[in-house]
């Protein structure tokens, strides 16, 4: 089975990346690379480009022959580690399907604005 994420990429579009300091680079253990975040606050952290939701993740990029793609998938935080596209079954996660319809609906109503 193909991937979804490479033709979809909605979550990472559309919503904030937020996370632990402790996960940045440089920060105890982190491996998140700390010029691709923003501090939310003295313990949280997100992806730049994601911090009031709406906006792609600096990290994702898109080519014709791959799709989308996180540029720092081995060093992604735990939000994008933690969320599974498919249940143990290989069917689709049902929050990943109610995410693509939730950033949908945000692209609809930001066209008719």
């Known amino acids: 089975m193909n991937n979804p994420c490479f033709d979809c990429g909605q979550c990472c579009q559309h919503f904030r990346v937020s996370f632990y300091h402790g996960e ?6 982190g491996v998140v690379p700390p010029e691709l975040t923003a501090k939310l606050t003295d313990y949280l952290a997100c992806m730049k480009g994601t911090e009031k939701g709406g906006t792609p993740c600096i990290a994702l990029k ?20 933690e969320f599974n596209i498919l249940n143990e079954d290989g069917t689709l996660n ?5 995410l693509q319809e939730v950033a949908r609906q945000r692209h609809k109503k930001a066209l008719q604005q």
């Open 62 to 81: 898109h080519t014709q022959e791959e799709g989308w793609r996180c540029s720092i998938y081995e060093n992604r935080p735990s939000p994008c580690r």
């Open 94 to 98: 049902p929050d990943c399907q109610r």
């Open 24 to 29: 940045i680079a440089g920060n105890g253990v």
